[in-house]
Structure formats: structure tokens, C-alpha cells
């Protein structure tokens, strides 16, 4: 047996099959049974029908209701998940740019300081060379200078293993991005090393050798 609409549509409530329709009539007929009711006027049936057709409209209504309400609120969290991975990626990539220009003001830091200190001790071991000066000093801070030199060189380097870290995250080549922004990182600290080293060779080279 299948009810149908006036539209013509198979009645569906919420998922309802029409099995579940018969057994709400069988129910209502056990319950007239229990009454003492053995036959159904035709008016009392249509009347029945009539009823029948009005409460499964009124669940109809409120099914669809409940779906639309559902819909509304999946379609509202779906906008906030959405709204919420939007944020987070604007953010990842902002400091992501942060993170890229923070690196390549400290690689620049690194040639600028090294370079600066390259040149300054070579001035100043051409005014020790014509002064005359002891040729330890001049030897100790020419050690200097080739930390200082190197310390350049090896900044360098990082900058052009940043160009590829950067082009192998651009091709999706993780392993390949996640290595060089390892190697990068490496030659930065390194370049500040060198710095370092050759600012204790000039130190020392100052002190012990032209102290008098």
C-alpha cells in the first residue's frame, strides 16, 4: 500500500517509509478493536483518513523544519570552520614572510659585519706595515681578517641556500626545503661565529702584541 499527495509525491516524513504509515493505521485499528469496535462507518473512515493526512502534514512540517534547522546550523559552523582555517592561514603565512625577512636582515647583518671588520683591519694593518710595526701583530690580526673573510663567505652561501629552501617549498619538495632551511640556518650562525672568532684574534692581537 503506498500513500501519495495530492502532488502526486510519495509521502516521506523525515525519512518515513510507508511501512511505518501502516503500522500507525494497524495501531489505531488494534486500539478501536480494544473498544469493542468490530466495523468503521465509510463517513467515520473518511473522517479518519482526513485526520490521518492532517497529523502526517503537521509532522511533515516538522520534519522539514528540523532539516532546515540542521541545514542552518551546519551551513553557520561550516562558515565558522571555514572563517577560522582562513585566519590561520593568513596568519601561517605572515609569519611565514616575518620568519623569511627576520633571516634575510640577520644574513645581511652577518656580511655587514664581517665585511666592516675586514676592511677596517686591513686599513689598519697597512698603517702598522708602514709604521713598521711587530710582524707577530701583523700575522695575528691577518688571522682575524680570515675569520672575518670567511664569515662573509659563509653568509653568502646561506643566502643562496635560502633561494633554494625556498624554491624547493615552492615545488612542494619538503625534504628537499626542510634540508636547505637546516643548511641555511647552520651557515647563518656560523657566519656570526666567525664574527665572533675573529673579533677575539683582533682582541687578542691588540693586547698581547701591541700593547706597549
Known amino acids: 500500500m503506498t500513500w501519495w499527495c495530492e502532488s502526486s509525491e510519495l509521502i516521506y516524513i523525515g525519512g518515513m517509509k510507508a511501512k511505518y504509515i501502516l503500522d500507525w493505521i494497524r495501531s489505531d485499528i488494534s486500539d478501536a478493536k480494544q473498544q469493542g469496535q468490530d466495523s468503521i462507518a465509510v463517513s467515520a473512515l473518511e473522517k479518519y483518513l482526513d485526520h490521518l493526512e492532517n497529523e502526517l502534514t503537521d509532522v511533515e512540517s516538522l520534519g522539514r523544519a528540523e532539516q532546515e534547522s540542521e541545514l542552518a546550523k551546519y551551513r553557520a559552523e561550516n562558515e565558522r570552520n571555514l572563517a577560522h582555517y582562513n ?42 706595515v708602514v709604521k713598521q710595526a711587530d710582524v707577530s701583530a701583523v700575522q695575528s690580526l691577518s688571522g682575524s681578517i680570515a675569520y672575518f673573510s670567511a664569515g662573509v663567505l659563509v653568509a653568502a652561501f646561506a643566502m643562496a641556500t635560502t633561494y633554494f629552501s625556498q624554491f624547493s617549498y615552492s615545488q612542494d619538495w619538503f625534504r628537499w626545503g626542510i634540508f636547505f632551511h637546516v643548511v641555511t640556518v647552520v651557515l647563518g650562525v656560523g657566519a656570526f661565529v666567525f664574527f665572533a672568532f675573529g673579533s677575539w684574534q683582533s682582541y687578542f692581537a691588540l693586547t698581547t702584541h701591541l700593547a706597549d
Not at 627576520?102 to 694593518?125: C, D, P, R, Y
Open 87 to 128: 585566519a590561520r592561514q593568513v596568519l601561517s603565512v605572515e609569519m611565514f614572510r616575518s620568519v623569511i625577512a627576520l633571516g634575510q636582515s640577520a644574513l645581511k647583518s652577518a656580511m655587514v659585519i664581517n665585511g666592516a671588520a675586514a676592511a677596517a683591519l686591513m686599513a689598519f694593518i697597512g698603517n702598522l
